[in-house]
Every structure is written in C-alpha cells, then in structure tokens.
C-alpha cells in the first residue's frame, strides 16, 4: 500500500478540531493518506473526482494499514490517476 503526500490548502483549527483542505494525485492501486498522529482520528473525509465520469474512489476512515496502526488515516483506492481534492474533519493535531 502506498502512501499519498496530499497537498493540504488550508487548516481550520478549532480547539482540538480541525477541517483540511486539500488535494492529492490519485493512483491505479490502494493507497493511504495520514492526516494525523496515531492518537487522532478523522470523523469525515469527502473527496471530489478529477473528472464527471471518473470512478468514485472507496474511503475508509481510521484504517490499519501496511500491518501498522496508521489511527488517524484515509485510505482511498482511487482506481484512476487525476487530481482528487478533498475536506476532512479531524481530531489531533495536524
């Protein structure tokens, strides 16, 4: 499983909450991003395809990924290449 390096546009820090923005290259495989530190966690995650017809890509939220606790993760299996913007809602530090 790969790691995605998003491109974060803004964070909204309120007290230990956070909403990110950004956007990463999606790729042909599974992949994950980490959005916080082991002990945060992200209550929502919303990505938007890079074209109309693109696949929507499946999200899991908080997953245990490459046989590491990776708590505070996204992963996303993109199936198609492209830019993918996201928002997220989190709990930690960023």
């Known amino acids: 499983m790969a790691a995605i390096t998003p491109t974060l546009n803004e964070v909204c820090p309120v007290g230990?909450?956070?909403?990110?923005?950004?956007?990463f290259?999606?790729?042909?495989a599974d992949s994950?991003?980490?959005?916080v530190p082991t002990m945060g966690h992200v209550f929502a995650f919303s990505v938007s395809t890079p074209t109309e017809d693109a696949t929507t890509p499946l999200?899991?939220?908080n997953k245990v990924t490459g046989g590491t606790n990776t708590q505070g993760s996204v992963r996303v299996n993109t199936?198609?290449?492209g830019y993918y913007t996201f928002i997220?809602?989190?709990?930690g530090a960023i």
């Not at 230990?16 to 956007?23: A, E, I, K, L, N």
């Not at 994950?32 to 959005?35: C, D, G, N, S, Y």
């Not at 997220?88 to 709990?91: D, E, N, T, Y």
Request: cysteine-free; proline content about 0%.
């Open 79 to 81: 199936a198609t290449t």
């Open 32 to 35: 994950h991003i980490a959005l």
């Open 25 to 28: 290259t999606g790729v042909d």
């Open 16 to 23: 230990d909450h956070s909403v990110v923005t950004g956007g």
């Open 88 to 91: 997220a809602h989190v709990v």
């Open 59 to 61: 999200v899991e939220l």
